[in-house]
């Protein structure tokens, strides 16, 4: 499914999605095909919900967008130095900050 067409099913929602499709171009990452999994009314709990599936299935592509972004914006670090245990698959690490570009009141 396009983003497009997520937006308008889902908006003004936190979605944790997962890309099928994904290429590397220019130090970004492009998601060419997507599925979402999940929507959320707040951030907290999408991430809770990624970080969940994410451990269980570490080599799962996992994002959490919110509707309000018209496109993906989303850098590739490498990490360098050690932290912990890693497991490493062959992948790259994607780095995503995914904000909506304006401030969501969230009440806890």
Not at 39 to 57: C, G, Q, R, V, W
Not at 61 to 85: A, M, N, P, Q, Y
């Amino acid at each position: 499914m396009n983003w497009l067409k997520i937006r308008k099913i889902y908006p003004r929602q936190w979605l944790l999605i997962e890309a099928i499709k994904a290429r590397s171009e220019g130090g970004k990452r492009k998601l060419e095909q997507i599925s979402v999994i999940n929507a959320f009314p707040d951030s907290i709990s999408a991430m809770n919900d990624y970080k969940k599936l994410k451990s269980e299935t570490p080599v799962r592509e996992l994002f959490v967008f919110h509707t309000s972004r018209e496109e993906f914006d989303i850098s590739e670090r490498k990490w360098i130095g050690i932290r912990g245990v890693q497991r490493t698959y062959g992948f790259r690490v994607v780095c995503c900050l995914a904000r909506p570009p304006f401030s969501i009141q969230e009440n806890n």
